[in-house]
T-cell receptor, first 111, second 115 residues
Framework: RKEVEQDPGPFNVPEGATVAFNCTYS??????FFWYRQDCRKEPKLLMS???SGNEDGRFTAQLNRASQYISLLIRDSKLSDSATYLC????????????FGTGTRLTVIP | EAGVAQSPRYKIIEKRQSVAFWCNPI?????LYWYQQILGQGPKLLIQ????????DSQLPKDRFSAERLKGVDSTLKIQPAKLEDSAVYLC?????????????FGNGTRLTVT
């Protein structure tokens, strides 16, 4: 079983829509959780960390459900510039920054 | 601040040939990583350095891949001999420290095509 699983999409949504991505992880000892964004032919960039209590950054909300071992990312009021691949990332190795990436979910926001 | 620098940007080689990639991390970043990203997949860690020592190389195919960071700054990743399935983007990343609170900064990557 993969460390991290995501629906690859693609998700095609109109501008202004709300879209949610989910991600599941297999290792219950996983410690830290992140969402990265990767534009086409570009490198991944950290979008936000995911905290147990849930956290929000502008139009983006991330949530963690440890009992069910899933992470979600909600994007409100989608913009054209949100079009990208969103990578779910977990780590479960103490003392080393070893990140396990999902395959990514591709989002296209349509005018 | 200057970002993570990688070269070359693109490389096309034939199978069984050798290839090397170079990475210069952000100044002061002690931890350096090499990731392989195959088309349609997420990045997969190949090797992690802390200064000039290897922290994790469990997923590095050591029969053909090698990496070094001799002076704890620049790093090179080599493939010898290359196979068709090595076609991928090779991403270098660095962080200040090998802790979960130290975000990774990725370079632009080297896109390798093996024919």
């Amino acid at each position: 079983r993969k460390e991290v699983e995501q629906d690859p999409g693609p998700f095609n949504v109109p501008e202004g829509a709300t879209v949610a991505f989910n991600c599941t992880y297999s290792n219950s000892a996983s410690q830290s959780f992140f969402w990265y964004r990767q534009d086409c032919r570009k490198e991944p960039k950290l979008l936000m960390s995911v905290y147990s209590s849930g956290n929000e950054d502008g139009r983006f909300t991330a949530q963690l459900n440890r009992a069910s071992q899933y992470i979600s990312l909600l994007i409100r009021d989608s913009k054209l510039s949100d079009s990208a691949t969103y990578l779910c990332v977990v780590t479960h190795q103490t003392g080393a920054n070893n990140l396990f990436f999902g395959t990514g979910t591709r989002l296209t926001v349509i005018p | 601040e200057a970002g993570v620098a990688q070269s070359p940007r693109y490389k096309i080689i034939e199978k069984r040939q050798s290839v090397a990639f170079w990475c210069n991390p952000i100044s002061g970043h002690a931890t350096l990583y090499w990731y392989q990203q195959i088309l349609g997949q997420g990045p997969k860690l190949l090797i992690q350095f802390q200064n000039n020592g290897v922290v994790d190389d469990s997923q590095l195919p050591k029969d053909r891949f090698s990496a070094e960071r001799l002076k704890g700054v620049d790093s090179t990743l080599k493939i010898q001999p290359a196979k068709l399935e090595d076609s991928a983007v090779y991403l270098c990343a660095s962080s200040l420290a090998p802790t979960l609170n130290s975000p990774l900064h990725f370079g632009n990557g080297t896109r390798l095509t093996v024919t």
